[in-house]
């Protein structure tokens, strides 16, 4: 498994682990409930970033069921107020305050305390709130809820609230946050039935799978990426390296009609720190891209009467690509039948990893070949050669969670989706990034990822899984400091690139 990943739990795992980690001993829990909080309300904050922050004089509605997920919510609503002196809560128990377990009571009595004429109750919410925490339910819910608390939960998604945050888990399936807090562990439910309603998820790691930890985590098929797979990029390099060190990335793209993409693929894989950057595209295209991007080499192709790549070019890729430790094609490529034949002929002759993406991922070119791949589909794209896919195949597949899966999994999954079977029939992991957002809800958004995960893959010919995994993290965790700074809406993608650097280094604060 990679390293910078933690599992994802069954609810009844997730039970036995925490059942091992803190034997129901509260002088344990106590401590892992306060750093839930604090990180809970940290996050919050963080994610309000992208609309403006958090007002001084916020209001928060903090809904509280009887366990873990109430106190959770309530000392992340006492530690908003701690920071913020002109803010207050109102507080809401769903489920009657007497029925309160020990450490949720606890965490009322230091949150009055603490909050005092700022922290009022309330039967019912009522006026606009900066941000909701819903602490009602957790991953030991057991569905129907009742209908008064449907009712309620309703009523909150009715109202005018800025961030609403889930912890743990949407409570009932029915509270539809814009956030959901993962606290320790990240439970299934996420990723499968409560996907709808989890809005973005983070997760937030309290050290529960520290490597050398007294619990071992069991075995799973899922596991959910962190900031850490990219600490090797956060680290200084070696200082006798030089360019060669750092491999040589191919990228074969663009047309007439679609110049930026592949002008984006490139500037991606210049970010991506790969040592020589080489670019082939339509001969019209090389004067101005090359002084929009000097430090790429550009090699004009001969074009098609309609301005896409023409086979008679073959001959300059072949020339070179004993250079080459990775190849990105398809950006911009457009669907000429001539220009799609001669990238199936490019990656049917390839020796080097590859990266296929947008207009190459065609039936008949995704088959073609033999060398290690990284497919780069959109929900779309996927349902377009999901049946194709190979031996030797890492599948990026976008979305609001982005799944890197492999052939092993893909192809078992397929068979038995078709005789109507649901649980996967290999141990092979599947890795979910939560990072992004609807930020990269915008054209180029993958033409950045397919050049970074190129130039990634020029790093790690060996490696194709773990370069698409660092790319698909540091695309997101880019795109989300992104959105802090600006906000998700007057931005452009090609901002992205200049948050890659900030993201490097959040990501080396974060280990």
Known sequence: MMLGSHPILSCDDARALESRLFGGDEAKEWP?????????????????????????????????????????????AQAVLQKFPAASAEVIFVLGERGLRPLAARAWREFVHAGGARVGRADEPSGAYTVCFDGVFGFQFRAPAEARVRALLEQVNALPIRLRAAVDL???????????????????????????????????????FKVGGQVP????????????????????????????????????GGSRS?????????????????????????ESLVAAFAARAPEAMWVGWPETPEGGLALEGQHLLAARIARASALVIGPGLGREKETLALVRDIVAKATVPLVIDADALQVEIVQAGSAPRVLTPHAGEYARIAEAVGENTVVVRKGPVTR?????????????????????????????????????????????????????LAQTPGDPRLAAARGVVWHGTAADALARAH?????????????????????????
């Open 404 to 456: 890197i899966e492999s052939s092993a999994v893909l192809q078992p999954a397929l068979a038995r989706a078709k005789r109507g079977l649901k649980h996967r029939a290999t141990s092979e992991i599947v890795y979910h990034s939560f990072f992004g957002g609807p930020v990269l809800a915008r054209g180029g958004s993958g033409d950045l990822l397919a050049g970074l995960i190129g130039g990634l």
């Open 32 to 76: 892992a409930m306060q750093r839930a909080g604090w990180a809970i309300a940290m996050a919050t904050l963080r994610d309000c970033e992208e609309i403006d922050g958090f007002p001084a004089n916020g209001r928060l509605l903090v809904l509280v069921g009887k366990g873990h997920n109430g106190g959770d919510a309530l000392i992340a």
């Open 258 to 282: 679609y110049p930026g993409a592949v002008l984006m693929s490139v500037l991606a894989a210049l970010r991506s720190g790969a040592g020589l950057v080489t670019a082939f595209v339509p």
């Open 170 to 208: 949407p409570s009932a399936g029915l509270f539809r946050a814009d956030f959901t807090y993962a606290t320790g562990i990240v439970k299934t439910p996420l990723v499968n039935e409560y996907g709808a309603v989890a809005g973005r998820v983070r997760y937030l790691d309290l050290g529960f």
């Open 217 to 252: 985590a069991p075995a799973t098929e899922d596991r959910v990426l962190t900031p850490a797979v990219l600490a090797p990029l956060a680290a200084l390099r070696d200082t006798r390296s030089d360019k060669r060190t750092y491999g040589h990335v191919f990228v074969v």
């Open 487 to 511: 906000g998700q809406t007057s931005v452009v993608t090609t901002q992205v690139l200049d948050f890659l650097g900030v993201a490097l280094r959040e990501s080396a604060h974060e280990q």
